[in-house]
């Protein structure tokens, strides 16, 4: 059963002490820290997992649920919102970021257009809307543009457009001006386009940017005309209708400032009737969109004028009808910035003495620069800030230097011409050292295991010579006269005569090409006298 069935219970049968309910809020505390924290990290691998007693090298690790690090940065209004940072531009300005690299999320809103004149003015488009959930940055300054709003259009004018918001190569763009009851005369488009105010040909509302806004809404024409909508960024805008004008376009709601907030609202429509007061407006898109004019004859008993779209919004303006011959002016843009607010790095330690420039790239990798440690296998612990950490159990060798134990190459000597294979043991053998004899280089070298290597000896001139193990770390071991390379044993290719008297004193001829015995060294090719030859 869990905590709060437990404590449900409990209290249906009027058991609810007061300890127990203690315990039960208590308990519900715990429960919620426990859920709200980070998952604990954990470690896959090193690369590289060795290296010198001396440390001074760079490794990589790998794993899962890295804390720490991040992006700090200036401009704009900056507040913070629980895990978050957050940069709000409210006009133009320069986003730079001082240190650190990752991703951020970027809103950015243009200005909304502005509303039709008089007559039958329609809204204007919301400004465009275009959020990136994740825009790489790093260190560096990124230009800030924020659009202002479009102005209203005046007697027998149309709206103009927004002003485009730029974050770095982000562009978002103004939303269209309203129309103003002509033929031939059609809403602008734009980020979202501007509605309709007329009916005959060649009249009709502005189109939308596909991912940015919707079009304006259409005109309706008659005693009692209503102007199209215009459009927002997430839905067209309005039809206008008898009594009624368009409605704007609702624009797209964000939490990224810490609030929902919806942004890129079309303005309403204008409205025409004697009397005005039997009209209704249309009404500003959610999104700050401003609402539409009405009025008759006159501006007469219940006219209204139109209103403009908000600031920093991206919201249309509203339409003009005879109570104000000019349309509501667009609600200026705004740019939104905000990224996870930096943390302690975490620490990272080999066999419990701590790395240095420890750097978080990411939640599943970490460079850190490897501390001196004593030679031998040691645990990797990687601990976040929020105090949960991981280990990698002997993940990381320290290198001991090699050693070549006293005659302990077998065997201790071989043909001066080389090619014969010996073995040499020792300790703190591994990956692919070099050995050489007498300065001269082995090949075929293996490590059999730490303890024992096996090479082949190469050419080199008679005598005792040093034997050297440098293992790929460059740590070497030398062992002083450990090999002897020798002459080449002699070789007999003839004897003359090939036979003689069993009492000996026959006259013996010895062919070789060399001879190594104190016997025959001095003279090859020199017929000797025999002894009891046989």
Known sequence: MSIVALHKNIKSKNLGLKIISAFFVVALLFTNTAL???????????????????GGNSVTITGTGFLGGGINATGGTVTTDGAYTVHKFTSSGTFTVTSGSGNVEALVVAGGG??????????????????????????????????????????????????????????????????????????????????????????????????????????FGGS???SGGGGGAGAIGGNGAALLGGSGGVGLAFSISGSNMYYGGGGGGSTYSNPPSAATVGAGGLGGGGNG??????????????????????????????????????????????YLTPVANPTVTFGGTSATDVTVVNSTTITATVPAHVAGTADVVVTNYDGQSATLTNG??????????????????????????????????YGTPTITLGGTTATAVTVVNPTTITATTPAHAV???????TNEDSQSATLTGGFTFTELPPTLSSISPTAGSTTGGTNECKQSDRFSSLLYNKHPNTCFRGKNAS
């Open 36 to 54: 709200a924290t980070d998952p604990a990290p954990t470690i896959s691998g090193v690369s590289p997992n060795n290296g010198l007693p001396t």
């Open 114 to 219: 502005g509303g039709g004149g008089n007559y039958s003015g329609s809204g204007g488009g919301g400004g465009g809307v275009v959020y990136n959930s994740s825009f790489s940055v790093s260190a560096g300054s990124k230009t800030v543009t924020v659009g202002g709003g479009g102005s209203g259009g005046a007697n027998g004018a149309k709206g103009s457009n927004g002003g485009n918001s730029v974050f770095d190569s982000i562009v978002a763009t103004g939303g269209g001006g309203g129309a103003y009851n002509a033929c031939a005369v059609s809403g602008n488009s734009g980020g979202s386009g501007g509605g309709a105010a007329g009916s005959c040909s060649g009249a009709t509302y502005g189109n939308g940017i596909a991912g940015q806004g919707n079009r304006g809404g259409s005109f």
């Open 224 to 226: 009692s005309n209503g």
């Open 293 to 338: 004019s009405k009025g008759g004859d006159s501006c007469g008993s219940g006219g209204t004028a139109p209103t403009a779209g908000s600031a920093n919004t991206g919201g249309g303006g509203g339409g003009g009808e005879r109570c104000s011959t000019t349309g509501g002016a667009g609600g200026s843009g705004i740019v939104i910035v905000r």
């Open 396 to 429: 990381y060798t320290f290198n001991p230097a090699p050693t070549i134990s006293a005659g302990a190459v077998t065997p201790a000597s071989a043909k001066l011409t080389g090619g014969d294979t010996i073995t040499i043991t020792g300790s703190g053998f």
């Open 463 to 469: 005598g005792a010579v040093d034997v050297v193990v």
